[in-house]
Every structure is written in C-alpha cells, then in structure tokens.
C-alpha cells in the first residue's frame, strides 16, 4: 500500500532563516507531487506541482521554492523566510496515470516568528 | 478563473441529525469534484470523488451530489455522530497547463454535539 510521509511535523523558525521542509512517498512510482500551504480558517493553496523528477511548476509568486530529486521525494525551501510563510504545509501525491484522488500527509506546521 | 465556495463556514448540530453541506464552483467545465475531511491539526481524508459525468456517490452515511450545470454539490450527512465532527472540505478538480489540479472551498467546520 502506498504511504506519504512529511517531515519535521512542527516548526519553529525566526524570521530571515532557510526552511526545508521534505515530503516522501512509498509504495508507488511517478506520482504527481503537490505542495499546498493552508493559512489559519482558510482554503487550501497549491503552492507547487511536479509530473517527474526535476520537474517543477510554480503555482503562485512566492518566497518558496520546490525541487524533486527523486521519483518519490519533494522538497519545498526557503532561503530567507517571511512571517507570511506561516501555516500549514501539506504535501499530496496522485497516480499519474490511474485514479484521479490525491492523497495527502499529515502536513508540517511552520510557525515563523 | 475557478473560484469554489463553502457554505455554511460553521455549523453546529445535535446527534442523530442529517445534514447537508454545500459547495459551489464558478466554472462548470470541472473534472471530478472531491469532499475531503479535516480533523485539526492534520492532513486531508479523501471522502467521496464524483466524476464530471456522475449525479452522485454514497459511502456509507455520505452521500455526495454534483449538478455541473448550476455548479453546486452537496455533501449529505445521515445520522451524524460526535466522530464526525471536522472540517470538511470540496475540491474541484480540472485539467489546467496540461496538468491535474484541485482548486478548495475554505471548508465547512462541523461540530456534533452529544
């Protein structure tokens, strides 16, 4: 069975710091990856998506940036972060060629002071 | 561009009560629609995924409905239960820059009182 993990699962960082957030998934091959960022009492943002290894699209103008260096690995980074950063991180992954459902981690939340 | 609206943002309700969750999207030309459930703190649970070419789909005590033309669905809701209490969210999905992509509602935060 497929699993995704998200790691660390909480965050504290102070403004003006790097961030590397790191989402791995098991027990598939060539997922569609995803990078959502849920801020407090609202919807969900996608933030970034990837087809393949290396491939990456950029949803919104942002602080962050995504890369993928491996088939089931996707990194989401920061080089100097805003207080705007804060939130809820959540990484998702779908088949990319199969059944249209995502499936998502259990997310990171970032607190940025 | 898609814009997808929950309504109620809250809602409170005693046990053993049905109830419907609603969910509207501006542009019909959707994919699939998808309820997902939030427990706080946590990520997404995949409820129910309707096809662009399906009326509805019923899990156990959940029934989803699309109706693609007026741009709404509903999430109903039988016999709820304290466990059922979260916030649910509606997702609708489409093929947008040759890639699959799920546009949220800002959730319905359900609570079921005991």
């Known amino acids: 069975s497929q699993t995704i993990h998200q790691w660390p699962a909480t965050l504290v960082q102070p403004v003006g710091s790097p961030l590397s957030l790191e989402c791995t998934v098991e027990?598939?091959?060539?997922?569609?990856l995803y990078w959502y960022r849920q801020a407090a009492g609202r919807g969900l943002q996608l933030l970034f998506y990837s087809v393949g290894i290396g491939q990456i699209s950029s949803e919104v103008p942002q602080n962050l940036s995504a890369s993928r260096p491996q088939d089931r690995q996707f990194i989401l980074s920061s080089k100097k972060l805003l207080l705007s950063d804060s939130g809820f991180y959540l990484c998702?992954?779908?088949?990319?060629?199969?059944?249209?459902?995502?499936?998502f981690g259990p997310g990171t939340r970032l607190t940025v002071l | 561009k898609q814009e997808v609206t929950q309504i109620p943002a809250a809602l409170s309700v005693p046990e053993g009560e049905n109830l419907v969750l609603n969910c509207s999207f501006t542009d019909s030309a959707i994919y699939n629609l998808q309820w997902f459930r939030q427990d706080p703190g946590k990520g997404l649970t995949s409820l129910l995924l309707?096809?662009?070419?399906?009326r509805e789909q019923t899990s156990g005590r959940l029934n989803a409905s699309l109706d693609k033309s007026s741009g709404r669905s509903t999430l109903y809701i039988a016999a709820s239960q304290p466990g059922d209490s979260a916030t649910y969210l509606c997702a609708v999905g489409g093929w947008m820059d040759s890639s699959y992509k799920l546009i949220f509602g800002s959730g319905t935060r359900l609570l079921v009182r005991p």
């Open positions: 998702a992954w779908r088949n990319s060629g199969g059944a249209d459902t995502q499936y």
């Open positions: 027990g598939t091959s060539n997922p569609n």
């Open positions: 309707i096809q662009s070419s399906q």
